[in-house]
């Protein structure tokens, strides 16, 4: 086909065959040469399926019909209690609608519609035309049901009507089956280029523009001397971390969504060491939309917060759409948790206590120079004391022995002058 508009009879039933056409194709090519170029790049080996209106190959008299073959052709769909007289793969739909605008006055509207019904098949304006006549469709509801099943036609919000999904551009018209999600419009752009798949000049073309993820994607990265990055899902461990430690969140809207009311919430419950009891403790925070990373990158939309506890234990990350306070709130992401080790105090005899402050253990004491252990005070006090004691003794000692020495010699000479 040459435009996504031009196909959606065939998309169609390929989806109802179970086939997503965006998705599970390695290539569509767009073809602006109309219904014949798309049959000869067929039969050239160019393409393996190529899309065109009823009737095409019935006019290429030429070709053997041998080597081209209707897919899933429709057995004998009948017409106006006739069969219909052409191959096809879909159900009759409406063709060409005609349309008028407000300003067009009902009288020139009634003698245009007049003359279109009185239409002479053997004219020379019809022939030159290649039609036989014009006629009301019976109902437009099932070219409408196909367009709302391909998501070709959304409802207006504001007048509660469906309007149809028109676009500029190939990509707009992307639509990616459930579960997957569009790629930017810069992966969209180098698609084929990346698969190894050439667009022929002149066509636009589509290579896997779509890829499959959740809705919302969540990542925790815990920074440290080699920094860790986790993929988190629910019921799961996304982060470990110390206590007063952040961990820092990314969150990715894959429907590229800017005005999401976003906020976390996290459950802590706490063991009293003191009482055979646990504490709750709920702190909260708003999510914030990245927009450099938006601009930057032209990815989905990007929102980030971080999350910090003081308590050791396994907490629960919850994310919420909608006000923190508002019991209305939607769950998005839960239950997510985290895991809080006790902080890793720099420096000897140093733990933490319920809150993540290193002090000295219980068998140490504050030094100026930190923390002591209670032994190694002792023996700084008694060893000191112990030698000065040994000291003064053996000076006690040293002036004792010398004053019975002086003793001794008095005494000596004192015998000496007796004699």
Request: net charge neutral; aromatic share 8%; proline share 4%.
């Amino acid at each position: 086909a040459s435009d996504f508009k031009l196909c959606q009879f065939q998309w169609g039933v390929i989806e109802d065959s179970g086939i997503s056409f965006i998705a599970d194709t390695a290539q569509i090519r767009f073809n602006p040469g109309g219904n014949k170029a798309i049959v000869e790049d067929v039969l050239s080996g160019n393409t393996d399926v190529g899309f065109a209106r009823t009737d095409t190959i019935e006019s290429f008299p030429a070709v053997d019909q041998d080597k081209l073959k209707v897919i899933g052709a429709v057995q004998n769909l009948m017409y106006e209690d006739k069969v219909f007289p052409f191959q096809t793969s879909s159900m009759l739909y409406p063709e060409n609608t005609l349309l008028a605008l407000a300003h067009v006055d009902f009288e020139l509207q009634s003698r245009v519609v007049q003359a279109l019904l009185n239409l002479d098949r053997n004219s020379s304006e019809t022939k030159r035309a290649n039609i036989v006549s014009f006629q009301p469709a019976l109902s437009y509801a099932p070219a409408q049901n196909l367009m709302q099943e391909l998501d070709m036609m959304t409802k207006d919000p504001v007048i509660k009507r469906w309007r149809c999904a028109r676009s500029s551009e190939i990509y707009e018209s992307i639509r990616c089956p459930a579960g997957s999600f569009k790629k930017t419009k810069r992966d969209v752009d180098t698609g084929c280029s990346d698969a190894g798949l050439p667009c022929p000049n002149g066509m636009a073309c589509l290579c896997n523009p779509c890829t499959k993820a959740e809705i919302l994607e969540l990542t925790s990265t815990v920074k440290s001397l080699e920094p860790v990055t986790k993929n988190c899902s629910s019921m799961s461990v996304c982060a470990t971390l110390d206590q007063n430690a952040d961990v820092f969140f990314t969150l990715k809207d894959n429907k590229g969504r800017i005005d999401l009311n976003l906020s976390w919430i996290l459950h802590s419950r706490v063991l009293e060491t003191q009482k055979i009891q646990t504490t709750k403790f709920v702190t909260s925070g708003n999510i914030v939309r990245n927009v450099t990373y938006w601009q930057e990158t032209g990815k989905s939309t990007v929102y980030n917060f971080q999350v910090s506890s003081q308590f050791v234990g396994l907490h629960i990350l919850e994310i919420r759409l909608g006000e923190r306070s508002d019991d209305q709130a939607v769950t998005l992401i839960s239950p997510i948790y985290i895991e809080v080790m006790p902080t890793k105090c720099q420096g000897a005899n140093l733990s933490p206590n319920e809150i993540g402050i290193c002090l000295c253990d219980r068998r140490s004491f504050r030094t100026p120079r930190g923390c002591a252990k209670a032994e190694v005070i002792i023996c700084s006090i008694v060893v000191p004391i112990f030698v000065l004691w040994l000291l003064f003794q053996c000076a006690t000692s040293h002036i004792r022995r010398k004053k019975n020495q002086e003793i001794q010699k008095l005494r000596q000479s004192l015998c000496i002058e007796e004699k």
